[in-house]
């Protein structure tokens, strides 16, 4: 399968403690955010969305928060867990071409 | 409900031939994309489809690519003929409403180009 991780930021997490995984943004028209999560072998999976009229938001053990001034994205995983492992990838949606643009991803390692 | 569907799952060819993938997305959903990620990079647009109708096609690398969806239904992207850059993980999306939004992703096709 593919072989991700290569040449991505890693983030090592004990299991049980939360992890914060970050993603800085450029473009300021972006109106929609979006995490992915890729395990190895799969297609990235949903994990959580939030629109630009908002800074924060809520899912089952994971938290997005939105920082527009400094255009700053990040992902809170509660109680990391083993199955957490993967490569997750911020994505954001310029509302002029309503298109995902994704960023280079970060690889989290959880250890048992 | 079936997700996203991509054939085949890895496809390994030598440079200067010709490769078709096949995406099906999640019935019903007109929106149709494909994504693609070179080793280690960011997962980068290629093209989005509106039911049958290329509503954008800017990241599409150049003439060696070409896709297709007949009937608004499932589609193909060819590469011919194929060189050695563009080896990596090729990813259908499709989503039901909204544009650029909560896409649904397949499980991909490795190219390896020899």
């Known amino acids: 399968g593919e072989s991700v991780g290569l040449h991505l930021p890693t983030l090592s997490v004990q299991e049980g403690d939360n992890s914060i995984i970050n993603c800085a943004y450029s473009n300021s028209a972006s109106d929609y955010f979006i995490w992915y999560k890729q395990e190895s072998g799969k297609g990235p999976q949903f994990i959580i969305d939030i629109r630009s009229n908002m800074d924060k938001r809520q899912g089952q053990r994971v938290t997005v928060l939105l920082n527009k001034t400094v255009k700053h994205l990040s992902l809170q995983i509660a109680a990391t867990q083993p199955g957490d492992s993967a490569v997750y990838f911020c994505?954001?949606?310029?509302?002029?071409?309503?298109?995902?643009?994704f960023g280079k991803g970060n690889q989290v390692v959880v250890i048992p | 409900e079936a997700g996203v569907t991509q054939f085949p799952s890895h496809s390994v060819i030598e440079k200067g031939q010709t490769v078709t993938l096949r995406c099906d997305p999640i019935s019903g959903h007109d929106n149709l994309y494909w994504y693609r990620r070179v080793m280690g990079k960011e997962i980068k647009f290629l093209l989005h489809f509106v039911k049958e109708s290329k509503q954008d096609e800017s990241g599409m690398p150049n003439n060696r690519f070409l896709a297709e969806r007949t009937g608004g239904t499932y589609s193909t992207l060819k590469v011919q003929p194929a060189e050695l850059e563009d080896s990596g993980v090729y990813f259908c999306?499709?989503?039901?409403?909204?544009?650029?939004?909560?896409?649904?992703f397949g499980s991909g096709t490795q190219l390896s180009v020899l």
């Open positions: 994505a954001e949606r310029d509302y002029g071409n309503n298109r995902l643009a």
């Open positions: 999306a499709s989503s039901p409403a909204g544009v650029g939004e909560k896409l649904f």
